[in-house]
């Protein structure tokens, strides 16, 4: 199964919810289009037409709530927050130092990025001190409300970390159908010790993109989440990070790289993926990337069958050792010299195949 994102300022959404290897789409309710719940949604069922609807909760998630020029004023957070200061927060491509926390979400920042901070951007802060308070934002739950009047209950549900995320959106709509987004180790540990209780009835999702920056300081933890989320939930979603290499090639190329990271997905037993915000607005990426992903589905499909080892034909076993030439038999004790003065270790006697 295939999910695209439904970039709500992008002209083609249409050809992306109707294309025939695009299954579902996501609406990131976290964009800032400058329009009401109630709007973006009535824009995104007309976009997708026949194609199922998906809606992403930011909840937990940390977002910026304004344009901001962080050299010259604080930055204003969509959640209020306790950490211990100074530590590092992490932009899209940038760190920088948080000094100071006031009232719980204006942060001051030393080290500042280099470019103004738009609303709606997403950032990150690894610090274990790190106290988000609430779940769903006040948006979210007008999304929620917003969504019930029109008949839409699937949602994917941002930074899940406890129970009682999960409870939080039943209570607004209990015929809520959940997917939850992992997204920290917090999330790990949900995935570990509370999902067991509700597999079968809510969905996972590797949300790889702010899992990864999240993971720590030891990024091969990334391989063992990945292994654990679709070991928990075999029909677990991956999102993010998957072929976005179109998006910077000059061609729209697909990455080596990207390849094999679909096929090891594969081999981990993912079918089920989610195209990016970035990948999805670029048009032409967007194209390059779904051609790329049906052929790779029927590479994977129709591959040749291998011989397992023990079917492999053996060798004809030698009788004897093959005689050298006159030559090389009068230079080899000559050759074998100046291997061993160049430090190389001298040969093993070993019998021939077929020798006793």
């Known amino acids: 199964m295939l999910i695209a994102t439904l970039p709500p300022q992008a002209r083609h959404g249409r050809e992306i919810a109707e294309h025939p290897s695009v299954d579902e789409v996501r609406l990131n309710t976290g964009v800032d289009t400058g329009r009401s719940p109630d709007e973006m949604l009535d824009s995104a069922m007309f976009t997708s037409g026949e194609t199922p609807l998906l809606i992403d909760l930011k909840a937990r998630q940390l977002r910026i709530t304004k344009w901001v ?3 010259w ?8 927050i306790a950490v211990d200061t100074p530590c590092s927060i992490i932009f899209r491509d940038e760190v920088a130092t948080i000094v100071d926390v006031v009232d719980g979400n204006k942060l001051v920042l030393d080290e500042a990025p280099k470019y103004a901070l738009g609303a709606g951007q997403s950032i990150n802060i690894q610090d274990p001190s790190l106290i988000i308070e609430g779940f769903l934002t006040e948006r979210d739950r007008e999304f929620v409300a917003a969504a019930k009047k029109r008949g839409l209950h699937r949602y994917l549900l941002s930074f899940v970390e406890e129970e009682d995320d999960i409870k939080e959106l039943l209570a607004l709509d209990p015929k809520a159908e959940i997917i939850c987004k992992i997204e920290s180790p917090k999330g790990l540990d949900f995935v570990r010790h509370v999902y067991p209780k509700y ?18 300081g030891n990024k091969l933890d990334m391989l063992e989440a990945e292994k654990l989320i679709i070991k928990s939930d075999p029909s677990a979603i991956v999102a993010s990070r998957i072929l976005t290499s179109t998006e910077k090639s000059p061609r729209n ?3 080596l790289s990207d390849l094999k990271d679909l096929q090891t997905l594969w081999d981990l037993g993912y079918r089920n993926y989610m195209f990016s915000d970035g990948l999805c607005l670029n048009r032409d990426a967007f194209r390059s990337a779904v051609s790329m992903f049906e052929e790779f589905l029927r590479y994977r499909q129709s591959e040749p069958i291998r011989l397992a080892p023990d079917d492999e034909i053996p060798l004809a076993p030698l009788k004897a050792p093959l005689p050298l030439t006159p030559v090389v038999e009068e230079r080899a004790p000559f050759l074998l010299s100046r291997l061993l003065r160049r430090g190389a270790k001298q040969p093993e006697t070993r019998t021939p195949f077929g020798g006793s």
């Open 73 to 80: 004023e604080h930055v204003t957070l969509n959640h209020n």
């Open 199 to 216: 597999a079968g009835k809510i969905r996972l999702m590797a949300a790889r993109d702010d899992l990864y920056t999240n993971i720590g």
């Open 69 to 71: 020029d962080p050299g």
């Open 253 to 255: 190329e697909v990455s």
